[in-house]
């Protein structure tokens, strides 16, 4: 069986940590921050969605988001997925490209400039592995 989040709570928490981990990050942060690809990630199971952009001038790290579509830009990617799909990918478990064409991803906007990001975001998953070991070893795969 695979490994779920306890409550909707608990998956937010786990996705700030992974934003935060992206932002601070010393090579990756500043790299998101240039690439500047605004994305829309909506997780189908818990009827949640997350906006992502580079921070602005004034706003602290790297990178800004929130959890709503109540916001001022306009995502260039928009992304669709399970919690258990993000868990996998952010672990580097799920190939996204693989995952787009199996549906488990359903992709639109400009798709090409999010799959440029992967090779940046590679360190997250061992970063994000050590964050659910500490904190939320459940969601190990």
Not at 19 to 26: I, N, V
Not at 33 to 41: K, S
Not at 54 to 79: C, F, M, Y
Request: charged share 30%; no cysteine; aromatic share 8%.
């Amino acid at each position: 069986m695979a490994p779920e989040f306890t409550s909707t709570e608990q998956f937010r928490a786990v996705i700030d940590g992974v934003m935060t981990l992206m932002s601070e990050d010393p090579a990756m942060g500043p790299q998101l921050r240039e690439a500047d690809v605004p994305q829309r990630f909506e997780f189908d199971d818990l009827d949640l969605v997350v906006n992502a952009r580079a921070a602005r001038e004034g706003e602290g790290g790297n990178l800004h988001w929130e959890w709503s579509d109540e916001i001022d830009w306009e995502p260039k990617v928009r992304l669709t997925m399970s919690s258990e799909v993000a868990n996998r990918y952010f672990q580097g478990k799920e190939n996204v490209p693989v995952a787009i064409a199996r549906r488990r991803i359903k992709a639109g906007g400009d798709v090409k400039s999010a799959l440029a990001l992967i090779p940046i975001t590679k360190p997250i998953y061992g970063l994000y592995r050590e964050m659910l070991e500490a904190d939320y070893p459940q969601l190990v795969v």
